[in-house]
Nanobody, 125 residues
Framework: QVQLVESGGGWVQAGDSLRLSCVASTQSFNLYTVAWFRQAPGSDREFAAVIDGDGQGTNYADSVKGRFAISRDNTKNTVYLQMNSLKPEDTAVYYC??????????????????WGQGTQVTVSL
C-alpha cells in the first residue's frame, strides 16, 4: 500500500504562484508514474499533469500547459507541481495519484491505484 500526502495549497490572487508537493511512502518511488488531478466544485475530476518514473517524460492538460510544471525528486519520494500565472478557474482541490507503471503517462483517473487526500487551491481576482 502506498500513501500519498499532498501539501502546498492555499489562497492566492490571480497571477500568483504556488508549488504543490506530493510525498509517497514507498521505497520504489522511481517505478511509479505520478499525476496531478483537480476537482472544482460541481465538476468532475480532471487531469492536470503527469510525470513518468524517472522524470524524463511529462504531459499536461491544455488548460495548464505553459503555466504549470511537474517535476520529481526520487531521492525525496516527492513530486511537485509548480503553478504559475494562476487564474480563478484553477480553483479546485488538487490530488496526486500514483500507479506502478513508471514508463507510462496515463491521463485517465481510472488508471491510478493510489490517491492522496487532496489540497485546496483557491485563486481570487
Amino acid at each position: 500500500q502506498v500513501q500519498l500526502v499532498e501539501s502546498g495549497g492555499g489562497w492566492v490572487q490571480a497571477g500568483d504562484s504556488l508549488r504543490l508537493s506530493c510525498v509517497a511512502s514507498t521505497q520504489s518511488f522511481n517505478l511509479y508514474t505520478v499525476a496531478w488531478f483537480r476537482q472544482a466544485p460541481g465538476s468532475d475530476r480532471e487531469f492536470a499533469a503527469v510525470i513518468d518514473g524517472d522524470g524524463q517524460g511529462t504531459n499536461y492538460a491544455d488548460s495548464v500547459k505553459g503555466r504549470f510544471a511537474i517535476s520529481r525528486d526520487n531521492t525525496k519520494n516527492t513530486v511537485y507541481l509548480q503553478m504559475n500565472s494562476l487564474k480563478p478557474e484553477d480553483t479546485a482541490v488538487y490530488y496526486c495519484a500514483a500507479v506502478m507503471f513508471g514508463n507510462r503517462l496515463f491521463i485517465d483517473s481510472y488508471n491510478y491505484r493510489y490517491w492522496g487526500q487532496g489540497t485546496q487551491v483557491t485563486v481570487s481576482l
